[in-house]
């Protein structure tokens, strides 16, 4: 039997499942989730190989409408990173929420008019549906939006249907030798998966408080014995996010150290020594040069 191996773009708005999709395929966390829009910000690669084939799927940052509040350096390096993601792959699948369709994804359907890869519409949170006799005349409709190669009801928060996703996403896997060894998981350093998962408990516990103006730079990641050090520097705009962060005595820095540092340990399979610092970087998401620095590049 011959081998497949074949690069799966996963595209949509923000915030309509995108990462979680791609963890519930790979049977575990290698993209970061939160409730807020915009959680991811790089392409971040998922391999999975199973048999004969092997999909390689790419998570994008959500594709978004530039407005005056999302006008700057990093809103457009996301977008470019989801938009670069759409290229020379085998397959892409557009992910919507439920049965809602707003302007953000009218401009994703637009932005894959050019897209010569088959389009596979995944109709995601099926579950929170009450009404599920509206979801069949939703799905004709949406369907008449464009040709697609299939359109599949989903829950990748719970698993449902995601395994007939993958039967058709298969479809259009092109035969060719393995690009990565079976039993690789992402294309990411573990420098950049413990850096991220500082930033998604940051995000779940402060999100509304302290939504993009922050990064987080791995300062170091040594490994002494059984155990690992890692120094996280987290950058903020302002000294007031600075103070947020921090919270009262520490206690939340704490907090999200303590939640990191157990991701971190299930990632490693290992013992954790993590130490986080706040500091103040005025204007660093509207820099291209500091964005760059930090590690935001489309290469």
Not at 156 to 178: F, I, N, R, W, Y
Request: with cysteine.
């Amino acid at each position: 039997m011959s081998q497949t191996c074949g690069f799966v773009a996963i595209v949509g708005r923000p915030n309509v499942g995108k990462s979680t999709l791609m963890n519930r395929i790979l049977g575990q966390k290698v993209s970061i989730t939160s409730r807020r829009p915009q959680t991811t910000r790089h392409q971040v690669m998922g391999i999975k190989t199973q048999d004969e084939a092997q999909f390689v799927y790419v998570d994008t940052p959500g594709m978004h409408i530039m407005s005056k509040d999302r006008n700057k350096a990093i809103n457009r390096f996301m977008n470019q990173a989801a938009g670069q993601a759409l290229r020379d792959v085998d397959c892409v699948v557009f992910i919507i929420d439920r049965t809602r369709w707003s302007e953000e994804d009218q401009a994703v359907l637009k932005r894959l008019e050019h897209v010569k890869a088959p389009v596979i519409l995944a109709v995601n949170k099926v579950d929170r549906l009450q009404d599920k006799t509206e979801l069949m005349s939703w799905l004709e409709s949406v369907g008449a939006r464009r040709d697609f190669a299939a359109i599949v009801p989903i829950s990748a928060k719970h698993g449902t249907q995601v395994d007939a996703l993958e039967v058709e996403v298969a479809k259009h896997l092109p035969e060719s030798m393995h690009h990565f060894p079976d039993d690789q998981i992402t294309d990411k350093s573990l420098r950049f998966m413990a850096a991220e998962l500082v930033r998604e408990k940051i995000m779940r516990q402060l999100g509304d408080e302290l939504p993009y103006q922050m990064t987080v730079e791995i300062e170091e990641f040594r490994e002494a014995g059984r155990i690992t050090h890692i120094s996280a520097l987290i950058l903020v705009e302002r000294q007031g996010q600075k103070v947020i962060l921090i919270g009262d005595r520490g206690e939340r820095i704490k907090s999200i150290g303590r939640e990191a540092r157990l991701d971190i340990e299930r990632v490693l399979d290992g013992k954790v020594m993590l130490n986080l610092w706040v500091k103040v970087k005025r204007g660093w998401s509207d820099d291209s040069r500091a964005l760059k620095s930090l590690g935001y590049n489309l290469d």
